[in-house]
């Protein structure tokens, strides 16, 4: 049970159907199958622009990408997926993160939407998942855009500890955590639907509580697929400096860009994101 009541559950998929009725551009709302369970997913812009998996971070679901859909759409054919065993409409299945389960779970994704391959966008934990794929599955993966991912840099346990001290205050240490986790950009979504959204996902949801993987140096080595990141110098759950001496080690051809006043929640990276996704393609080195 990935929430801590039925209840709840209910609460948290009501509100975000009526985030989903909002949905600021058209759009097909899809439920796909896959050998993990049922996925869902929100379709945007045209079928005929450069498709574009999308991937939120844990704890999440499609409902943050709803202050970008519009410009990114423009561009691009957005698949918004909700990932697997998280607060949104997909299975509630959790596979293993040290295995292969979340690759066959995106082969599946992808067969279904009809895709030989795409671009990934992920967040966070969604970054991790991307650049896992890429790294299983390079033939299926175009680009890499990823925004403060996981399995880079070290997780730092200042904020799991903090985070565990402020669950006995109800309302108020959710609101704290959220803070906390998402650095000085967290005033800009607080007031909000979606911050909303977030506040209600964090009194009913079980978090998961499996570390992320690291990935080796070599893992990252291979990797030959344009790459960006994006991450930010205050990050209270990742360490970016380290995420930025890694990357730029191993994959010589990433770009890397450290915001130094930034946390976890990075400020509107759009512009960023379709400058690198709708580039022109460089050649595999």
């Not at 779970?105 to 934990?125: C, E, I, P, Q, R």
């Not at 500890?161 to 800009?188: H, N, V």
Request: hydrophobic residues 45%.
């Amino acid at each position: 049970m990935i929430y801590r009541s039925a209840a709840g559950a209910a609460a948290v998929e009501h509100r975000y159907r009526e985030l989903l009725r909002g949905w600021p551009v058209p759009n097909e709302p899809l439920t796909v199958p896959t050998g993990e369970g049922d996925t869902f997913v929100v379709a945007s812009g045209s079928p005929d622009a450069p498709p574009v998996v999308a991937l939120q971070g844990s704890g999440a679901n499609a409902a943050m990408w709803l202050r970008q859909i519009e410009r990114l759409a423009r561009h691009l054919r957005v698949y918004a997926v909700d990932v697997i065993g998280e607060p949104g409409l997909s299975a509630p299945l959790r596979p293993p993160l040290a295995s292969d389960a979340y690759a066959r779970w995106l082969d599946g994704v992808l067969v279904a939407l009809g895709l030989g391959k795409a671009a990934m966008l992920g967040v966070s934990l969604g970054g991790w998942l991307a650049l896992d794929y890429a790294v299983r599955r390079p033939e299926r993966v175009t680009r890499l855009a990823l925004l403060t991912p996981g399995g880079i840099g070290r997780r730092k346990l200042g904020f799991l500890l903090a985070a565990l001290a402020l669950r006995p205050f109800g309302e108020r240490g959710s609101r704290r955590t959220m803070r906390l986790a998402l650095g000085p950009g967290a005033d800009d979504v607080a007031g909000d639907e979606v911050g909303a959204l977030a506040l209600l996902i964090s009194r009913h949801y079980r978090h998961r509580t499996e570390s992320i993987p690291t990935f080796t140096d070599d893992a990252l080595r291979g990797l030959t697929v344009p790459l960006m990141a994006v991450v930010g110098g205050r990050d209270a759950m990742l360490d970016s400096y380290e995420t930025e001496r890694r990357l730029t080690a191993t994959v010589p051809h990433a770009t890397v860009h450290l915001l130094p006043e930034s946390g976890h929640l990075l400020p509107d990276q759009t512009e960023t994101l379709l400058r690198f996704l709708c580039s022109p393609a460089a050649p595999a080195r």
